[in-house]
């Protein structure tokens, strides 16, 4: 009779530790939320260089931001004759950054000849998710 004993006063152990687990867990405060950052929409191509090339991808970046060195690496593998990259560096090119209201690097922007975003990624990108968004945009233009 004493093991039954001891099962039910376990069990009853456990589940009082589970109440108080969650009792503690829903007296938490939420976390503070954080505005999305947004990317802009449209860019004005005569802000960069080649404004007649078909596409532009901006990186906007951080010379101390070691994974914008990154982003840009992966960036410009895609550069020929109709994709311009460009590294808009915040110290070099405030004025762009505070134009379109960039407050978080990396930021990689796809823009059509007339500046229409076609993708953004803020932060790093995969190098496979930038030359698909790339090659898909290319696609749906034709």
């Not at 939420?30 to 950052?37: G, N, Y």
């Not at 404004?51 to 982003?71: E, K, Y």
Request: aromatic share 4%.
């Amino acid at each position: 009779m004493a093991t039954v004993e001891r099962i039910i006063l376990a069990a009853a152990v456990v589940a009082v530790a589970t109440i108080v687990a969650i009792v503690v867990e829903r007296r938490k405060p939420a976390p503070p939320t954080q505005p999305p950052w947004t990317a802009p929409a449209q860019l004005d191509r005569r802000d960069f260089d080649r404004p007649g090339a078909p596409w532009l991808i901006a990186v906007f970046t951080s010379a101390t931001c070691d994974s914008c060195a990154a982003a840009l690496q992966k960036a410009a593998v895609l550069a020929s004759d109709d994709v311009v990259v460009q590294d808009v560096e915040v110290v070099a090119r405030k004025d762009l950054h505070d134009r379109y209201g960039i407050d978080a690097v990396p930021l990689i922007l796809l823009a059509d000849a007339e500046g229409v975003v076609r993708s953004s990624f803020a932060g790093p990108p995969r190098a496979s998710d930038l030359w698909s968004a790339v090659a898909e945009a290319r696609e749906s233009s034709t």
